[in-house]
Each structure stands twice: as C-alpha cells, then as structure tokens.
C-alpha cells in the first residue's frame, strides 16, 4: 500500500508525509472537531424527527414530507427548535456536510433520507 502511495504521488509524497508530520496536532484535531460536530448534526436530525413525527402524528416520513412542502404542518416553530439545541447545524446522514436549520434545508434531509422512489 506505501508502494502504491508513492508511486502515485511520485515526488510529493515525502513532502505530504513531512507536512503531516510537522502538523499532525492540529490536523488531527480538525478531524476530531469535525467529527464531533457532525455527530451533534446528525443527533440533531434525529431530534427534528422525532419533533415531526410528534406535530403530524404519525410516523410515516413521506406524509410529514409532504404535509411541510404544502406547509400544512400545524405547530412547526422552527426558531423554538434552534434554541433548544446547543450547536443548531444539521447533517444529511449520507452525507458530509452541515445545514442551517430552515424549511428548506429540512426538506432537502428529508429528500435525501426519505426518497420518494421507494
């Protein structure tokens, strides 16, 4: 596998090695930091889910997905919602990246998690 990873970056990957050990303390609480936060993202849209199957009153994800596209989702306060979390961000569980808590971002969670060709 180091054949491989040297082969392929040839004279760069002594330099990437040199860099990652000089900066390995920082690099790696990045990853941690990272990793915590995404954590708490995820936790967070379980919270949002539970808070919505709650509000509709049913557990079936596809009828509270499109009762918040047609916005008849009585008791949805989202403002409320942020405050009661302490790092209000969420995450799409396949995938990597953070959302700001609004309708839309809910919606595009729920689209990823939720497909509608099931």
């Known amino acids: 596998m180091t054949q491989i ?27 941690l930091v990272y990793g915590i936060l995404l954590a708490l993202a ?3 849209v379980k919270r949002l889910e539970a808070l919505l199957r ?12 499109n ?3 047609s916005d008849e989702l009585e008791g949805l306060d989202l403002e409320k919602f942020k405050r ?9 569980p396949y995938h990597f990246s953070f959302y700001t808590i609004t309708l839309k971002s809910i919606l595009r969670i729920l689209r990823k998690k939720y497909p509608r060709n099931k």
Not at 54 to 65: K, R
Not at 85 to 92: D, E, F, K, V
């Open 54 to 65: 709650e509000l509709a009153g049913t557990s079936d994800m596809y009828h509270i997905w």
């Open 42 to 44: 995820h936790r967070n």
């Open 5 to 31: 990873f040297f082969d392929f970056l040839g004279e760069y990957a002594t330099r990437l090695i040199d860099f990652y050990r000089e900066n390995q303390a920082w690099l790696n609480i990045i990853v």
């Open 84 to 92: 009661e979390l302490r790092i209000p961000i969420l995450a799409s």
């Open 67 to 69: 009762l918040m596209e």
